[in-house]
């Protein structure tokens, strides 16, 4: 098996660093709008064979060093009972947005297995199917930013409705972030059981608190999954727009902090210390550019780059990305030795 990323995430340092990209299983490949375009997303999701199929194409087009299960990390909250739908152009959109401890009581502890068994069954596919070529990483949301969305019922801008709510009722938002936690426990679970090799907990909206307000309401519940599953797999802690959380950041027992492109990496290897892997964190806007600049920017990175690192993005790879700016970043990793 090629297993750079498993030791990258056990701390060591390998002579070719592994890279996989966020959103690898998505819309810039034809492949994937091919198989996209008879199926709605949360279709794709529930299909195990279709999830599965998408799931291994990055694997096959670009040569990535890990999959990532094709899913979404709100799948836990539809089956916790709010009701979700994907529009086009808008994204994930909840009818009923849960926004007081009274709405919290609409919420229900759903039966995992039952509900989310289809993610498993698309684990277990990909692991068959790719007898150990590269492991699998299974993923979920942060309560913080699972919440984001269930409270805003969708993307938002102002997180008025979440950040308000956090202001007049902290310990009702914490209710809800507890309970989220508690699916997400047994969701990740299921992944770990089902196969999968490590785990990423995203945290798209931890940047909009200050470290002291990210200790006091996001830390809690985040750390109650990281408690729930230590020592079973490697665990990927990435958040977005966290520069000044990176400290705090050392505080969860992950083995792989992730960030975004705004700090460079030698400075997050400065500011954490030698305890943890690093993942990241070239801009996802630069595989807009010439294949030289990509070439460039992916050499400085792995070059610049001290100690365990998992060579990725910052973020997802946008939609609008050439396939074959996508492979040339993969490729320039591939021959670039440390
Ligand atoms: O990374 C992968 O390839 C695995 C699959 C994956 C998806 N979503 C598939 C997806 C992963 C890891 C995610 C995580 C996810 N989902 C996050 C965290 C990462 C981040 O981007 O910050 C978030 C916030 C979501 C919620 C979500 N799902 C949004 C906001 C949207 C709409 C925005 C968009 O990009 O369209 C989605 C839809 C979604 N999830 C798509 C994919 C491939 C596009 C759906 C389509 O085919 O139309």
Redesign the pocket.
């Given at each position: 098996m090629n297993d750079l990323f498993l030791r990258a995430c056990r701390g060591e340092t390998t002579t070719r660093k592994p890279v996989w990209i966020?959103?690898?299983?998505?819309?810039y490949l034809p492949e994937?709008r091919r198989v996209?375009s008879g199926h709605t997303?949360l279709e794709?999701c529930k299909t195990p064979e279709l999830a599965a199929e998408v799931t291994l194409q990055?694997v096959d087009i670009l040569g990535v060093d890990a999959a990532?299960?094709?899913?979404?990390?709100?799948l836990p909250l539809e089956a916790m009972g709010a009701e979700l739908r994907?529009e086009?152009g808008r994204?994930?959109v909840f009818a009923q947005p849960i926004r007081s401890t009274d709405d919290i009581a609409r919420l229900r502890r759903p039966d995992v297995d039952q509900q989310l068994g289809y993610v498993f069954e698309a684990v277990r596919q990909v692991r068959q199917a790719l007898t150990d070529r590269v492991p699998v990483i299974g993923?979920g949301?942060t309560p913080w930013?699972l919440a984001a969305?269930l409270v805003e019922g969708g993307?938002s801008k102002s997180h008025g409705h979440l950040l308000g709510w956090s202001w007049s009722d902290p310990d009702g938002l914490r209710t809800l972030l507890e309970s989220i936690a508690e699916v997400s426990i047994e969701y990740l679970a299921g992944q770990i059981e089902a196969g999968a090799q490590a785990i990423?907990l995203?945290d798209?909206w931890g940047g909009l608190l200050s470290a002291a307000r990210w200790r006091e309401l996001s830390l809690p519940s985040l750390q109650r999954i990281v408690d729930a599953l230590q020592g079973r797999v490697p665990l990927i802690y990435y958040v977005?727009g966290g520069p000044h959380l990176i400290e705090a950041m050392t505080e969860l027992q992950v083995q792989v902090l992730s960030v975004d492109w705004r700090v460079p990496l030698p400075e997050v290897r400065q500011r954490v210390g030698s305890r943890f892997c690093l993942q990241g964190n070239l801009d996802p806007t630069l595989l807009l550019g010439s294949t030289d600049v990509i070439r460039k920017q992916a050499e400085a990175l792995v070059r610049s780059t001290p100690g365990p690192h998992i060579v990725n993005l910052g973020?997802?790879i946008l939609?609008m990305t050439p396939v074959e700016h996508a492979k040339a970043f993969v490729d320039t990793v591939h021959a670039t030795s440390t």
């Open positions: 966020m959103r690898q299983a998505g819309r994937y996209r997303f794709m990055p990532i299960q094709f899913a979404d990390i709100l994907f086009e994204g994930p993923f949301g930013t969305y993307t990423q995203f798209s977005n973020h997802g939609p």
